[in-house]
């Protein structure tokens, strides 16, 4: 069963934006942190960016603060990340995932503190 549908990446020029969304298909979305991640070649997965439950809070990695924005519309139940400023360092394979805690008073940046994940979407930046 498959919770977490990203949608498509893609190839995209250096400087350029791309908008990732990742829809859930369990009824609980919205009492539950969303996080995306991301793993580069030859690299560890690293996180990019959460947001809690109601969407009043959210973090950032500093390699992404000012460049990319998390949101999320519980009615839809659907996570967002806007890049923009892409860099070809930027490319990876993006996960989004759900944290494994609901209602959490607080935003986790830990993979191992998400237990839903999306099967993940391959972005490319070209220099």
């Known amino acids: 069963q498959v919770l977490l549908v990203e949608s498509k990446g893609g190839l995209v020029q250096a400087g350029g934006s791309l908008r990732l969304s990742c829809k859930a298909s369990?009824?609980?979305?919205?009492?539950?942190?969303m996080g995306w991640f991301r793993q580069g070649p030859e690299k560890e997965r690293e996180f990019v960016a959460a947001?809690?439950?109601?969407?009043?809070?959210?973090r950032y990695a500093d390699f992404v603060k000012g460049r990319f924005t998390i949101s999320r519309d519980n009615g839809k139940k659907t996570v967002y990340l806007q890049m923009n400023s892409l860099k070809p360092e930027d490319t990876a394979i993006y996960f989004c995932a759900s944290d494994q805690r609901a209602l959490r008073t607080t935003v986790t940046v830990t993979g191992d503190e998400y237990d839903r994940w999306g099967q993940g979407t391959q972005v490319t930046v070209s220099s």
């Open positions: 947001i809690d439950w109601s969407g009043g809070t959210t």
């Open positions: 369990f009824s609980t979305f919205a009492i539950y942190a």
